[in-house]
């Protein structure tokens, strides 16, 4: 049985060396080649792929849903929203971004604090 059996997940969906199963889950973004990452504005959104701030997606155990937040500074008024599963925030966030000429390029696990 492959690991993709074995957690319920499609055999075509693209998995990393690790799965992720943290609560907190950091989307690593990049610049679409050849074109200028935009905001909802129009203006230059670089800070979020050059490593000056990071956009987390948190898993809230009391009412089971996701959400994101950023490191640093207010989320714009799209991602404000609660999601029921990972996957459909990975999803929503892949066409807010792509629609910015932007993708995610990495899912990765936040680093824990003690």
């Known amino acids: ?47 979020l792929f050059k490593g000056d701030n990071e956009l987390h997606a948190t898993y809230e155990g009391q009412s089971g849903l996701w959400y994101l937040k950023y490191e640093k500074g207010l989320l714009p008024e799209p991602l404000k929203q609660k999601f029921t599963s990972f996957k459909v925030l990975r999803e929503f966030c892949n066409k807010y971004f792509n629609d910015r000429n932007i993708e995610i390029t990495e899912v990765k696990n936040a680093p824990q604090f003690q």
């Open 1 to 47: 049985m492959t690991v993709a059996q074995q957690l319920n997940i499609r055999e075509d969906y693209q998995l990393t060396k690790t799965v992720y199963l943290d609560n907190d889950r950091i989307l690593v973004l990049k610049g679409i080649d050849d074109k200028k990452p935009l905001t909802s504005t129009g203006l230059v959104a670089s800070r």
